[in-house]
């Protein structure tokens, strides 16, 4: 096991009604994700899968602060912020720059969680799940972009996955 179900901040479901599976799932993927990050320096976050990927640890950290943003403050909220590490001379920047530096581990992570601390925040302050942003010419619910978070933080979960196995041979949940 990656940790031991004692020491698991993860709560596995037993949630009720529509928003509290949602927020909860959300929640424990993002979880997943800074447990497969843990223990780990800059150098081991900072770690290329292979060549020529460009897949890190850290990339992924940096990548979902800028899709939190995107969905929740961007598309939800309706504010225009740039984005976090992308640019148009550099879409890829997020993994790009995600450099075995500690100032820039300490960064993306202070930056991942400021965002997901929005997300929170929004969605536990909207009147229901079916407030709608524009995502693109569509309008989405809140709902859609849930479902969207968990989709994307369980795909990349399973990158890190991986990418830690990789880095020093850790599995698990």
Request: aromatic content about 8%; overall charge negative; some cysteine.
């Amino acid at each position: 096991m990656f940790v031991d179900r004692g020491e698991d901040p993860r709560t596995d479901g037993g949630f009720e009604g529509e928003r509290a599976v949602l927020t909860g799932y959300l929640r424990d993927q993002r979880l997943t994700l800074e447990l497969k990050c843990s223990g780990l320096d800059a150098a081991a976050l900072a770690r290329r899968s292979v060549e020529p990927s460009n897949l890190s640890l850290l990339g992924l950290v940096r990548h979902m602060a800028g899709v939190e943003q995107k969905w929740f403050r961007q598309v939800m909220a309706g504010q225009d912020a740039p984005r976090h590490y992308r640019s148009d001379g550099d879409p890829a920047g997020d993994f790009n720059g995600a450099v075995p530096d500690p100032e820039v581990v300490a960064e993306a992570w202070a930056t991942w969680r400021a965002e997901v601390t929005f997300a929170e925040r929004f969605t536990a302050e909207a009147a229901d799940l079916s407030v709608t942003g524009m995502g693109g010419q569509e309008p989405m619910q809140l709902r859609e972009v849930l479902v969207h978070m968990i989709e994307e933080y369980a795909r990349h979960n399973g990158h890190a996955d991986f990418l830690r196995e990789r880095i020093d041979g850790r599995v698990g949940q």
